[in-house]
């Protein structure tokens, strides 16, 4: 069985209700203080990974979008044991590129990887994904349109 | 800083090493011991989520491969504290699919979320995936052409 505490449990939905709260607020800056100096991200988007937070692309990103963003973590499910945990949801994102009049819905999967830092869970690693189509007469499509 | 002893790294990296032995040996009940009874996963291929172990699909996917299977997981990074542990690589796939002449290679991304269980590391949460291209113009093909 895990070791989860009810207080690490809570502190991490916590970061995860403020992950929220600052994706559907644009605020880059926000969303920069969650996470560790030395994070690494394996983003929807190449490369396979990148080191560290940047909030200028956060804030560059988060302007391809006009009007409101929903952003919805579901699903979570929290393991945790002193200051290291891991967290994995469905998420859903749900914005309109700049330039369109309609709004696309991603659904797709999350895993962090998260350590105390200070009394702070602080998101050291960000994994976020959705899985792709084994067809090659179709290119390898990514699965962009699952729902849970 | 992580919490992560030198023994919690080391048995990690065992049962990394121990499912790179399973995959080029397509072993698939030794892969299936990698995991708990509780395994979800977030598979290169749909759906978003599967839960349970299940060595009888494993073994059906081994048998998609014809000759040598290649299974290379690079550039490892283990964070744990007591019973819980995240892991991040970048994984590499050699195979050749029944019916072809040709070997394909997959780069992936890979976060696991390890639980220890009466002392041995087990696979809690996997999770593998490719990027993808944000272009709807090419049908948002799934980056399998990246390397590290």
Redesign the interface.
């Known amino acids: 069985m895990?070791?989860?505490t009810t207080t690490a449990d809570t502190e991490i939905r916590a970061v995860l209700a403020e992950r929220e709260r600052a994706m559907r607020a644009r605020d880059a800056d926000a969303l920069g203080e969650l996470f560790t100096d030395d994070l690494?991200s394996?983003?929807?988007?190449?490369?396979?990974?990148s080191e560290g937070r940047d909030v200028e692309a956060l804030r560059a990103w988060l302007a391809t979008f006009d009007g409101p963003i929903e952003f919805e973590i579901t699903?979570a499910?929290i393991?945790?044991?002193?200051?290291?945990?891991?967290a994995?949801s469905?998420n859903r994102l749900t914005a309109t590129p700049k330039g369109s009049d309609t709004p696309f819905t991603l659904?797709?999967?999350s895993?962090l990887?998260l350590?105390r830092?200070d009394g702070n869970w602080l998101i050291?690693?960000d994994?976020g994904?959705?899985?792709?189509?084994?067809d090659p007469s179709?290119?390898?499509?990514?699965?962009?349109d699952?729902v849970?």
Chains 1, 2 share one sequence.
């Open positions: 895990t070791a989860t690494v394996f983003s929807l988007a190449p490369p396979l990974a699903e499910v393991e945790a044991d002193g200051d290291i945990a891991f994995r469905i659904w797709f999967r895993t990887g350590r830092v050291a690693h994994h994904s959705t899985p792709f189509y084994m179709t290119g390898f499509r990514a699965a962009i699952l849970p």
